[in-house]
């Protein structure tokens, strides 16, 4: 009998958050120790965000170095988890009558494996990307992640892997140390004392939330993987926060857990 798992929101932030040995990666491993261990992860990414919904089919997902201007050692980096096809089928199952794509193409992006090879180093545990369908209201997603709550009393870790406050223009890329901005400390506040109260419906329509959203959500793709775990979650399932802190000023790496 599988144990069910929690699902799981993770703040990815810079891609070279893969290689560094810093406060979140060595969160996310402690992560990766304590959760149960999964039959297969399904991920969704803020990187895989493109009209229609897909699912990578192939039994070896390539890594993809979707980024510039980082040093070579980046671009080395492989995380060769295989994919899983009886996930892939499950998904498609699910989220009938929906199309859901089977993507031969694509495979698995930084969203997903700058966190999962600290998570789980060894690449040992199948992942299948679910991805984003840019052309759906945030209703739509959490819907999905409704949907798709089942996976985990199939042995599935759901993980939703993208940033609640993603501001690339205020990014202090390597320039000076830069404090959080205000707006992106109460925008991630509000929502984390959302998240505590069960306010789903504010969390999907956070676009009501004023102008902190406005300037911590200028595009939603990094936000709406978040959506996708609090559809998942279930009643009784409390939210802790496993991960914290804010990058550049301008980028929440909040994690949440439910269960």
């Known amino acids: 009998m599988n144990t069910r798992m929690p699902t799981v929101f993770l703040g990815h932030g810079n891609p070279m958050n893969a290689l560094h040995d810093n406060d979140w990666s060595r969160s996310w491993a402690a992560l990766g120790q304590r959760l149960p261990r999964p039959r297969a992860v399904l991920s969704v990414s803020a990187h895989w965000y493109l009209p229609g919904t897909a699912v990578t089919a192939m039994a070896a997902p390539r890594t993809i170095h979707d980024f510039g201007g980082f040093p ?60 984003i369908d ?32 993603h501001n690339l223009h205020a990014y202090a890329w390597g320039r000076h ?3 959080p901005f205000d707006w992106a400390l109460r925008f991630e506040s509000r929502v984390r004392e959302l998240m505590l109260r069960g306010d789903h419906e504010s969390l999907v329509n956070y676009e ?23 559809g998942a979650s279930g009643e009784g399932d409390a939210a802790t926060f496993p991960v914290e802190g804010m990058d550049g000023g301008s980028i929440s790496m909040l994690s949440v857990q439910f269960g």
């Open 208 to 230: 009501s939330l004023g102008a902190d959203a406005e300037l911590s959500v200028p595009t939603p793709e990094h936000y709406l993987p978040l959506l996708y775990v609090l």
């Open 134 to 165: 840019e052309s759906q209201p945030p209703a739509f997603h959490y819907g999905l992640g409704r949907l798709l709550r089942p996976l985990r009393d199939e042995g599935i870790l759901l993980v939703g892997s993208g940033d609640i406050v």
């Open 72 to 131: 070579r050692e980046l671009f080395e980096v492989q995380y060769p988890a295989p994919g899983d096809h009886g996930l892939v089928r499950r998904v498609r199952e699910l989220l009938q009558p929906l199309e859901v794509r089977g993507d031969l193409a694509w495979g698995l992006d930084h969203g997903t494996w700058s966190v999962l090879r600290h998570v789980f180093p060894a690449a040992d545990v199948p992942v299948v990307q679910l991805s």
């Open 177 to 179: 140390p830069q404090q």
